[in-house]
């Protein structure tokens, strides 16, 4: 629906988040969604990342900066443990 895009459906608003130079439609290359993914959880997450602790990093990515408190982002969370 045009509000995410690339591999890892990287909106617009949490690209620039993560602070990760270039355009918005780099995104499309899976290296620079990954790094985007990364700088993001950086900012949002880092005791979560640096602990590989993926519920937490799951749930931030999906519900932004305070998206592991939010119980609509279990569901994602479980999309995402089921893939692990």
Do not use: M
């Not at 995410?4 to 620079?32: C, K, M, N, T």
């Amino acid at each position: 629906q045009g509000r995410s895009y690339g591999p890892l459906q990287i909106s617009r608003a949490a690209w620039q988040d993560s602070r990760v130079g270039g355009r918005y439609e780099d995104v499309a290359d899976l290296a620079v969604a990954t790094a985007v993914l990364r700088a993001y959880l950086h900012r949002y997450a880092p005791r979560a990342l640096s602990a590989e602790d993926w519920f937490t990093c799951a749930r931030v990515w999906n519900g932004g900066p305070r998206g592991a408190s939010k119980t609509a982002t279990l569901g994602y969370w479980r999309k995402v443990e089921a893939k692990l």
